[in-house]
């Protein structure tokens, strides 16, 4: 006799399990209130697109939580919020409704929230997925699954890179078939769409079914694009499934915007009065870069200055005689340095690094070699790591 499975027997299931029992705890549904987090795989699975939101049509719309937020901010004279859902108001759909004038604090940190909501990929997974949602509406899916065997063998045994010099010639072809079937399935389920609609009314069940399929193939026609457009435009790498980069295999095609300036002046200034505030958006004494990557056409701008007395409290120390930073991750002589300074300060320290991974390292380096708590943010929330302070 097998045994019988009392519950989920992969580690995938087990983060989506979870996932569905933080759903009906949450009261924001914001994976940022998620903690610890769960794989980017995981999320996949229980979340959908702008795109394929089914907004009035959708038989969850009480449930929500994008719908919830939309509703709070439509009945709000104020709505404060923070940078992930400008994100999906400039890269996706609208969030927020109609409203007069954005304020936007840390706005050094805005777009490179733009250009993560900004920022598609294309997986065998998802190509997949439209392939299913293809066959639900009654249309084929025989050239979309060759495509998706096509790009499966494309990425074959690739590693996570930086793809400087253009894709290859066989991810390329690979590419073109996506797109090719992609827009040949789209026509379909819109054709298809609009006999269902015709027969049933645009609120039946398999208009929903035909719009969610449209969906997911329209943005795997719009990502093959942006992976086949103009190069300069996107910066394109192959990275592995969850953002594991000591991973030998590359499971994903990303393309990220190189400028998102015209989606934050379009999608989110438009005409409205915008006031940005930040301790760090002048660079060289003026604001002329980040005006220019915020979108702004001539602003009016203010430079407040700081009560910090650099010259009386703080110190400037460049440790000249390390060796310069190299791939091979951080030194022990810049590891011993570090531990000395932590030391000499008294434990009070903030560390930046250029890479969670050596940040990790640098983490654990410091927990073998000090008698003082070490927290690493990129495995804690900021309010675990205030509750871990003593």
Same mark, same amino acid.
């Given at each position: 006799?097998?045994?019988?499975?009392?519950?989920?027997?992969?580690?995938?299931?087990?983060?989506?399990?979870?996932?569905?029992?933080?759903?009906?705890?949450?009261?924001?549904?914001?994976?940022?209130?998620?903690?610890?987090?769960?794989?980017?795989?995981?999320?996949?699975?229980?979340?959908?697109?702008?795109?394929?939101?089914?907004?009035?049509?959708?038989?969850?719309?009480?449930?929500?939580?994008?719908?919830? @937020?939309?509703?709070?901010?439509?009945?709000?004279?104020?709505?404060?919020?923070?940078?992930?859902?400008?994100?999906?108001?400039?890269?996706?759909?609208?969030?927020?409704?109609?409203?007069?004038?954005?304020?936007?604090?840390?706005?050094?940190?805005?777009?490179?929230?733009?250009?993560?909501?900004?920022?598609?990929?294309?997986?065998?997974?998802?190509?997949?997925?439209?392939?299913?949602?293809?066959?639900?509406?009654?249309?084929?899916?025989?050239?979309?699954?060759?495509?998706?065997?096509?790009?499966?063998?494309?990425?074959?045994?690739?590693?996570?890179?930086?793809?400087?010099?253009?894709?290859?010639?066989?991810?390329?072809?690979?590419?073109?078939?996506?797109? *090719?079937?992609?827009?040949?399935?789209?026509?379909?389920?819109?054709?298809?769409?609009?006999?269902?609609?015709?027969?049933?009314?645009?609120?039946?069940?398999?208009?929903?079914?035909?719009?969610? =399929?449209?969906?997911?193939?329209?943005?795997?026609?719009?990502?093959?694009?942006?992976?086949?457009?103009?190069? *300069?435009?996107?910066?394109?790498?192959?990275? #592995?499934?969850?953002?594991?980069?000591?991973?030998? @295999?590359?499971?994903?095609?990303?393309?990220?915007?190189?400028?998102?300036?015209?989606?934050?002046?379009?999608?989110?200034?438009?005409?409205?009065?915008?006031?940005?505030?930040?301790?760090?958006?002048?660079?060289?004494?003026?604001?002329?870069?980040?005006?220019?990557?915020? *979108?702004?056409?001539? #602003?009016?701008?203010?430079? =407040?200055?700081?009560?910090?007395?650099?010259?009386?409290?703080?110190?400037?120390?460049?440790?000249?005689?390390?060796?310069?930073?190299?791939?091979?991750?951080?030194?022990?002589?810049?590891?011993?340095?570090?531990?000395?300074?932590?030391?000499?300060?008294?434990?009070?320290?903030? *560390?930046?690094?250029?890479?969670?991974?050596?940040?990790?390292?640098?983490?654990?380096?410091?927990?073998?070699?000090?008698? @003082?708590?070490?927290?690493?943010?990129?495995?804690?929330?900021?309010?675990?790591?205030?509750?871990?302070?003593?």
């Amino acid at each position: 006799m097998l045994p019988i499975s009392t519950g989920p027997t992969s580690a995938l299931g087990a983060e989506v399990a979870r996932l569905h029992e933080w759903a009906d705890e949450t009261e924001t549904g914001d994976r940022d209130d998620l903690v610890p987090g769960v794989s980017h795989r995981a999320w996949a699975q229980v979340s959908v697109s702008g795109r394929e939101c089914l907004e009035s049509k959708c038989p969850m719309l009480k449930e929500c939580f994008s719908q919830r @937020v939309r509703d709070h901010a439509a009945q709000s004279k104020i709505v404060v919020t923070n940078h992930a859902v400008l994100g999906v108001q400039a890269a996706s759909h609208d969030m927020l409704g109609e409203h007069q004038a954005l304020i936007v604090d840390e706005a050094h940190e805005l777009v490179s929230r733009i250009t993560g909501a900004a920022t598609h990929e294309l997986t065998v997974a998802r190509v997949d997925r439209a392939a299913s949602a293809a066959r639900r509406v009654g249309v084929s899916s025989e050239d979309i699954d060759r495509a998706a065997r096509a790009l499966d063998a494309a990425l074959g045994d690739e590693r996570p890179t930086r793809l400087r010099s253009g894709l290859g010639e066989e991810l390329a072809a690979a590419i073109e078939l996506v797109r *090719g079937a992609a827009r040949t399935a789209l026509s379909a389920v819109q054709r298809a769409t609009k006999t269902t609609a015709e027969l049933s009314g645009p609120g039946d069940s398999a208009s929903a079914t035909a719009k969610v =399929a449209s969906a997911a193939l329209q943005e795997i026609h719009d990502v093959c694009e942006e992976l086949q457009g103009e190069h *300069g435009r996107y910066v394109i790498w192959l990275a #592995p499934a969850d953002g594991d980069y000591d991973s030998q @295999v590359a499971e994903r095609i990303v393309a990220a915007p190189l400028d998102v300036a015209s989606l934050i002046r379009d999608r989110l200034i438009g005409e409205r009065a915008s006031v940005f505030t930040s301790a760090t958006l002048a660079l060289g004494g003026n604001f002329d870069a980040m005006a220019r990557h915020l *979108g702004l056409d001539e #602003p009016e701008c203010l430079d =407040a200055g700081s009560p910090f007395d650099y010259g009386r409290q703080g110190i400037l120390y460049v440790a000249k005689h390390l060796d310069r930073p190299g791939q091979g991750g951080i030194s022990e002589e810049a590891l011993d340095e570090l531990a000395a300074l932590i030391e000499a300060a008294g434990g009070r320290t903030l *560390g930046l690094f250029s890479s969670h991974r050596a940040g990790q390292a640098a983490a654990e380096a410091m927990r073998a070699r000090l008698d @003082v708590p070490i927290l690493y943010q990129a495995r804690r929330s900021i309010a675990d790591a205030r509750r871990a302070i003593p």
